[in-house]
């Protein structure tokens, strides 16, 4: 599938005058900076990041998104004091580029208010596209539209200077992308108020890459998931590893045989 390149940006507008914003850069799942609150400079989080492109690369991807926030700021404050739109709120953008195996890439941008989708960009069009229809989104959209400086400086960094860069990053990746990290499965069983009925869980932990499947088994056949028994989705672990957790409803002493079945790229065909 396609690698992608991103930054996740979210900006507390706390009043007319006070605007915090907290940005992080990341290859896949796989944190390669944050932006400092205050200056706006790159924090690199691995030691490959910084080398993996020339420092005036960096330069220039530093200033860029300096006059991005700095125009970003001014535009949604100006927008909120005009439309009287109540302080406190949150304004999110996620932007990056996807890069496919036969080496196309495509950008994009969305932009949310208050958790909500709100905007996207079209690169191929050069237009701003609503995402909720209210007279605030049509606001900035329009603004938006007519702020060329703006749009432009976003095609130049999600556009092509994404792109060029991503593949010198996925390069100076390579190690972190290819690694493996074998699950650890632990199984155990929980009571529940009804005595007729016991939980099997099967905690799955430790594992990368983040694509695995688990599945319980009984009498060799898949049990099909029940959601409401307790299982969790993918979550990650703070070591940049994942777990999830399987769930069955057994009646005690009921004569089948339970195997919690996992399948992962670590543990080769097994």
Known sequence: GPSVLQLFQTTTFHNTVYVATEGMG??????????????WNIRFLKPWVRPALPRSDWDTIRDMIKIYLSKFHHLIQEGAVLKQVPFPFVAQCTAGCELFPNNTGKPFVYVAYNGDDFLTYDMDNGTWLLLQDTELAKYVRERLENYTAFTELIQVLFNNTCIDDMEMILRAAKEDLERKVRPVAVVFARQTPDPSRLLLVCRITGFYPSAV????????HEVPPDPTLGSTPLLPNADLTYHLRRVVAMAPGDGHSYVCRVRHSSLGGR
């Open 213 to 220: 499947h688990v599945s319980w088994l009984r009498d060799g």
């Open 26 to 39: 990341f290859l896949d799942d796989i944190p390669l900076g944050t932006l400092d609150s205050h200056t």
